[in-house]
């Protein structure tokens, strides 16, 4: 697999939604901008501050709005770009008449336009293609798979995953959530079946949880073998959003914890000496940390 993926941050909006002091966001903001990351969503409800005090990164931003074409207005009037348009469909319904005119406001006004399909999971692929159909051609910057109920594992996400890009042309994003603990594994499923963006927080932090960005990152350069670049002090800039809003990895986090490559015992030690990787699944010096040797 050589085709890198496309990383749709979630942490700025988790940030939003705690309301944290603007110099915060401006910090996170300035250190995702040098993780590789595409889009930084924020919600509608905070467009008029976010816009205000994230200027420089407008480029960036993607705002969450309804199926509004006042929102959709404001978006713009604000200066920035890119929309995705929150809709939740109901098969055998027709479409609602305000997300029509969403869409085609969004497109007058030359946004890029994303249909977030809320309850996709929930929804059949030939219900979602229904969908596409009705929608008569609308060029769509991108159609957003949400599990938000969580409802798939890692097989079923391949699965519909792989079914929908065989029979669409759109460009394809995957949004999980974590209350069964599956976001990353269905992030990489998703990967894995061919889609172009997922849906990451840092950590997997919020609310019911993302897949956690540097998890996927690095699953999808080592694992999956993507031409993948990781930036350099990956694991610093990770902590230093942490940080930002008042949280801490945990010293045994996946990828970015202090303490993962501390070895300990006389067979493990000898064995780390000889071929660090029968112990470690990537160097420590590719996320920015330092393999140590405890002595007790």
């Known amino acids: 697999m050589s085709v890198s993926v496309q990383y749709m941050d979630q942490t700025l909006r988790e940030g939003l939604r705690r309301k944290l002091p603007a110099a915060a966001l401006v910090l996170m903001a300035q250190e995702l901008s040098e993780l590789p990351v595409s889009v930084m969503d924020i919600p509608f409800a905070q467009l008029q501050e976010t816009s205000k005090n994230l200027s420089a990164y407008q480029q960036s931003l993607r705002v969450q709005i309804k199926a509004s074409p006042e929102e959709a207005a404001a978006v713009c009037r604000c200066g920035l ?14 479409l609602p008449i305000g997300l029509q005119d969403a869409i085609h406001k969004a497109l007058q006004l030359k946004l890029k336009v994303s249909l977030n399909l809320k309850n996709a999971s929930a929804l059949s692929v030939e219900e979602i293609i229904d969908l596409l159909i009705k929608l008569e051609g609308a060029p769509l910057d991108s159609l957003l798979y949400s599990d938000s109920g969580s409802l798939l594992d890692p097989f079923t996400t391949y699965a519909a995953i792989s079914d929908l890009k065989n029979r669409i042309s759109i460009l394809l994003e995957f949004h999980g959530c974590n209350q069964y603990g599956l976001a990353t594994a269905n992030a990489l499923s998703a990967i894995q079946a061919g889609v172009e963006r997922v849906g990451t ?10 897949a956690a960005f540097e998890e996927v990152l690095v699953s999808a350069k080592y694992l999956l073998h993507q031409d993948t670049e990781l930036v350099d002090q990956l694991a610093a800039r990770c902590t230093a ?14 990828v970015i ?15 780390i000496q000889k071929n660090p990787q029968i112990y470690e699944p990537f160097p420590p010096e590719a996320v920015g940390l330092d393999r140590y040797l405890i002595v007790g």
């Open 81 to 94: 770009s890119k929309v995705a348009i929150t809709y939740e469909h109901r098969a055998g319904e027709s």
């Open 201 to 210: 927080a840092v950590a997997g932090i919020g609310i019911p949880g993302q």
């Open 241 to 254: 959003i942490l940080s930002a809003m008042d949280e801490a990895a945990a010293v045994d986090k996946a």
């Open 257 to 271: 914890g202090d303490n993962i490559f501390a070895h300990e015992s006389g067979l493990h030690v000898f064995g």
